[in-house]
């Protein structure tokens, strides 16, 4: 029982592997709809045709994964590293304030074609400097980054009551809420894109942030695997005692890797604020922080796997707004429990099924070999 | 005579709001003096509050209630161990996927058993667990100040509130002087020399959970049971992880997790009490800063200005027995 894990073929490890994984998320998902007496498959027939049986339905769901990318790629990298970065809830959260600044100083002043850079680039700002200290802790003082990414979501979110409630808050209303920004802190949506595919988009928040994401995963990606740094932080994440004994700077790989984390989430503020409702307003991170811990395990941190599953994510968000119409009992909060159920199952129980799985594979390559056995093992020699 | 009433009401609300972070710390600390870190407290206090409410709605004894959110508890680190202990997963993921799981199948369920859009229903007192007054409230009523503190302060508290109390001593016990306690404590810095004296390290660390579990379900009858009158959604609202850091902040020790808890819960029975109070000379604080100051102050801890924490040495880390 206690031996090492054996290692599977690639494709079984990227591919069955964790699709098993998620399948077994969703059937338990399955029996909590059957406990409160719906039908999943009823259920699942719902989701999909209202996360994509029409055009806004398309567009809501891709708007929600461009949330989940930004914060599923923001896991994703720290994990690279080693460090599993819980914060991106408040790291997005607190990094609205850059979009904010942007929005509500230059709004009214510049076109969104200047204003978007600018608040990509004090979002990522805002995001990174709110992961810096905990990185800090974690590089000098060995203080666990979990402990303290999670201390500093609370933190986030007291502040930015704090500032909504008081400084921020727009005159004339009780809503704790920022001013709407003006014509240039607003970002055009993407109603061409989905046209060039035939779909009609009429009222979903769609918009350019959704190109950004997919940038950015694709820059990530670059990052991770084809540049000096991305070595660096792999090696970190793989064995820091090797990384030490190649000379890289431990304290410094920390640091940048969880500023470039918490920078991603930062900018995931981007899109509901700039992209939807063109101010800030309470809670508008709503758990997406902590979706990307779901997406990052899900796609097991590679940016392609990440958009994946981020639109997966984006489809059960959306198609599960929908359910809620027909299946009264049935609320977002299904989604809370999926999320559970994958971030078990593909996180932390991502091993239940390799040795099961290790033993069918190998008994089959037995069977293949069976005529020819010294053969077979000349040949794996 | 009016201060002091006000003092004394808040110190009586401190007990009250440090009794679930109390339970969840010592929860807390048999999991993570084993080596199993846990992040799931808040998870399966709030899966435990539930069950409680809804046991005790449909049965109508507080007793019942506790005895479910403690099985529907244990239940939840049973989870939580069968990933980390027997599987070698990541247990931090997996403290975090029992926080998901609890968090959305609590409301689920609640809506679809009671249609209160998550809530369970109101209890009546008989099905909680009401204040006791102690022996003796009447007599001491006229004596001047240990009067007032012996009736407000120490008496008319639920049984939970000083079982609670009771199980700090009770932990320190078992911690320091049984011989369960020094494996517990051994298995956590060392699971590697626990194994080589012919102890089983997964059944160990398997009844730390458990006893982690316990607690952890106490805390969530207590919210439900006898702070409040039944489950409201995201009923815990962070207490399990302030219980996190009063764990930090006691450096994983009883007796100091007890005066950690205490004093995160004057923090907050003290925001609740200055709302619309400006202080003589600071003036009104705000109360976001004071929900904040428990994590501000455990950061400052980690940040090495009191004192250093040190965490159990093999917390977190799977035992792997050819190694």
């Given at each position: 029982m206690s031996q090492p894990f054996a290692k599977l073929p690639a494709w079984a490890d990227y591919g069955l592997l964790p699709l098993i994984n998620l399948i077994v998320a969703f059937f338990v998902a399955g029996l909590v709809v059957l406990l409160v007496g719906e039908s999943p498959l009823d259920a699942a027939v719902l989701m999909v045709k209202g996360a994509f049986g029409s055009g806004d339905g398309v567009g809501y769901t891709l708007y929600y994964a461009t949330n989940f990318i930004f914060t599923g790629l923001c896991v994703a990298v720290a994990f690279h590293c080693?460090?599993?970065?819980?914060?991106g809830e408040g790291q997005a959260y607190i990094g609205g304030l850059g979009v904010a600044l942007v929005g509500l100083g230059l709004g009214g002043v510049l076109p969104w074609w200047i204003n978007f850079p600018l608040a990509i680039i004090a979002s990522a700002v805002v995001g990174g400097l709110w992961a810096l200290i905990p990185a800090w802790l974690q590089a000098?003082?060995?203080?666990h980054v979990v402990i303290t990414t999670i201390m500093f979501n609370f933190i986030a979110a007291s502040i930015m009551v704090y500032l909504l409630v008081g400084y921020l808050k727009a005159g004339g209303?009780?809503?704790p809420e920022t001013r709407v920004f003006g014509e240039g802190g607003q970002l055009p949506g993407l109603g061409w894109l989905l046209g060039l595919v035939g779909l009609n988009m009429r009222s979903a928040p769609l918009n350019v942030s959704f190109l950004l994401a997919l940038v950015s995963a694709f820059l990530v990606w670059v990052l991770i695997w084809r540049t000096k740094l991305g070595y660096e932080i792999r090696t970190m994440g793989y064995s820091p005692k090797a990384a030490r004994y190649a000379g890289i700077k431990e304290v410094r790989i920390i640091v940048i890797t969880m500023m470039i984390s918490g920078a991603l989430a930062g900018m995931m503020a981007l899109n509901p604020i700039m992209g939807a409702q063109h101010r800030v307003q309470l809670d508008f991170v709503a758990g997406a922080g902590f979706v990307g811990i779901a997406v990052a395990l899900m796609g097991r941190s590679h940016p392609a796997g990440i958009v994946l599953a981020a639109i997966l994510f984006g489809m059960l968000y959306q198609g599960g707004a929908e359910i809620a119409f027909d299946m009264p009992n049935i609320s977002r909060d299904m989604i809370v429990i999926i999320q559970g159920l994958v971030i078990l199952f593909a996180g932390a129980l991502e091993h239940m099924f390799r040795p099961t799985l290790l033993r069918i594979l190998q008994r089959l390559a037995r069977v293949k070999h069976q005529p020819t056995p010294a053969v077979a093992t000349e040949g794996g020699q | 005579m009016d201060t002091a009433t006000a003092i004394l009401q808040v110190l009586d609300s401190t007990i009250r709001l440090s009794v679930p972070l109390l339970l969840a710390c010592l929860a807390g600390l048999y999991s993570e003096r084993a080596g199993i870190f846990d992040i799931g407290l808040e998870g399966k206090m709030l899966a435990g509050a539930f069950a409680a409410g809804a046991a005790a709605a449909y049965s109508g004894s507080a007793y019942i209630g506790l005895l479910a959110a403690v099985v529907i508890s244990v239940a939840l680190g049973l989870v939580h161990g069968f990933a980390s202990i027997t599987h070698r997963g990541n247990q931090i993921v997996s403290g975090v996927a029992i926080n998901f799981i609890a968090a959305g199948t609590t409301v689920i369920l609640g809506q679809a058993w009671f249609q209160q859009g998550g809530r369970t229903p109101s209890l009546p007192n008989d099905a909680r667990f009401n204040p006791i007054n102690l022996p003796g409230v009447e007599t001491l009523?006229?004596?001047?100040?240990?009067g007032p503190i012996y009736s407000e302060?120490?008496?008319?508290?639920?049984?939970l509130v000083y079982l609670a109390f009771l199980l700090v001593p009770f932990t320190w016990w078992v911690l320091y002087r049984t011989r369960f306690g020094l494996r517990l404590r051994a298995v956590g810095e060392n699971p590697a020399a626990v194994d080589t004296a012919g102890i089983s390290v997964p059944w160990l660390r398997y009844r730390a959970v458990i006893c982690c579990g316990v607690l952890c379900g106490v805390a969530g009858a207590y919210l439900a049971t006898a702070q409040g009158a039944g489950f409201v959604k995201d009923m815990t609202a962070g207490k399990g992880y302030i219980a996190l850091a009063a764990l930090i902040f006691a450096k994983w020790r009883p007796v100091q997790a007890m005066f950690a808890c205490l004093l995160f819960g004057f923090l907050d029975a003290f925001a609740i009490r200055n709302q619309g109070h400006p202080l003589p000379l600071i003036g009104e604080v705000p109360v976001q800063l004071m929900q904040a100051l428990p994590y501000i102050l455990t950061i400052v801890l980690l940040a090495g200005f009191i004192g250093k924490a040190i965490p159990p040495?093999?917390?977190?880390v799977a035992y792997v027995k050819e190694r």
């Open positions: 080693g460090l599993f970065n819980i914060g000098k003082r060995g203080s209303t009780q809503a | 009523s006229g004596v001047p100040i240990i302060l120490i008496s008319g508290h639920s049984i040495k093999a917390g977190g």
